[in-house]
C-alpha cells in the first residue's frame, strides 16, 4: 500500500509542477516570428519593425476587452505612427472568419497577423486575453500588459511616448 | 497486489481527462450560451435580494467568465 500512496502523491506533485517558462519578461530580446497577414498573403516578420516602437498585442474576436482596446490603440497609432510607432496585432483565433467578421466591425489601420496554430502566443506566455508586449527599437520587450480596460490607454501612451523620446 | 495494479491503471485512464485550457484556447467558454447566468441585470438584483434577506453573500465565482480574459 506504501508504494500505491507514493505513486499517487508523486503524480500529483508532477501534475502541479506545470511550471512554463516566461520566454516575453520586460529586458528580454522580444521572440522573433515570421506570420501570415490575416487578410491577404504578405508575411511579417519582427525584423521588419526594427528601428519602431512596436505594440504587439495577441488578440481573438471572442475576446471582449478587445473590442475596447482596438479603436483605442487604433486613435494611438494614427497619432504616432510618424513618430516611429507600429501596432501588430496577433490574432489567436482557430477561425479566420471570426476574425474578419470583427475587423468588419471594428476597422483599424495597424497591421493584423494570424497565428493559426497558437505557437507564437505560446513563445511569448499570453497568460490573460488580451495580452500586449511593448518593443523598444533594438527588439527588446519593455512591458508586459495583461487584460485591458479603457483607462490603460493613457499608461500605454505614457510609455509609448517615453520610448520615442529616449531614440 | 491486484487491487493495487487496477487502481493505478484506473487513475491512469482517468488522468486523461485532466488537461490544460490556454487562456488563448477559451474562445467556446466565452459564448454567451456558455455563460452561468443568463443575464447579468437579473442575477445582479438577485443577488442583491439574496444578501438582503441572508445577510450573507458569495460562494459564486467571480467575475470575468470562463474566458479568461482580464
Known amino acids: ?127 490573460s486575453m488580451p495580452t500586449s508586449f511593448i518593443v523598444d527599437q533594438k527588439g527588446v520587450v519593455q512591458h508586459v500588459h495583461h487584460g485591458f480596460v479603457s483607462d490603460d490607454i493613457k499608461a500605454i501612451e505614457q510609455k509609448v511616448t517615453s520610448l520615442l523620446s529616449a531614440n | 497486489m491486484k487491487t493495487s495494479i487496477a487502481a493505478i491503471i484506473l487513475l491512469a485512464v482517468l488522468s486523461t481527462g485532466c488537461t490544460e485550457v490556454l487562456p488563448r484556447q477559451r474562445g467556446n467558454l466565452a459564448l454567451p450560451q456558455m455563460g452561468l447566468t443568463t443575464d447579468g441585470l437579473e442575477f445582479e438584483l438577485r443577488q442583491h435580494a439574496f444578501f438582503s434577506k441572508e445577510s450573507a453573500a458569495g460562494g459564486y465565482g467571480g467575475g470575468g467568465g470562463g474566458c479568461g480574459c482580464n
Open chain 1, 1 to 127: 500500500m506504501h508504494k500505491l500512496y507514493l505513486f499517487v502523491l508523486s503524480a500529483l506533485l508532477w501534475c502541479l509542477t506545470g511550471v512554463m517558462a516566461n520566454a516575453a519578461e520586460v529586458g528580454q530580446s522580444a521572440p522573433p516570428f515570421t506570420l501570415p497577414a490575416l487578410q491577404g498573403d504578405k508575411t511579417n516578420n519582427l525584423k521588419d519593425y526594427q528601428g519602431k516602437v512596436v505594440y504587439l498585442d495577441f488578440w481573438a474576436s471572442w475576446c471582449a476587452p478587445c473590442r475596447t482596446s482596438f479603436p483605442l490603440l487604433n486613435a494611438l497609432y494614427k497619432k504616432y505612427k510618424d513618430k516611429g510607432f507600429a501596432v501588430v496585432a496577433v490574432n489567436l483565433d482557430e477561425d479566420k472568419a471570426k476574425a474578419e467578421k470583427f475587423l468588419q466591425a471594428i476597422p483599424v489601420d495597424f497591421t493584423i497577423l494570424h497565428d493559426a496554430s497558437g505557437g507564437l502566443a505560446d513563445q511569448y506566455v499570453v497568460e
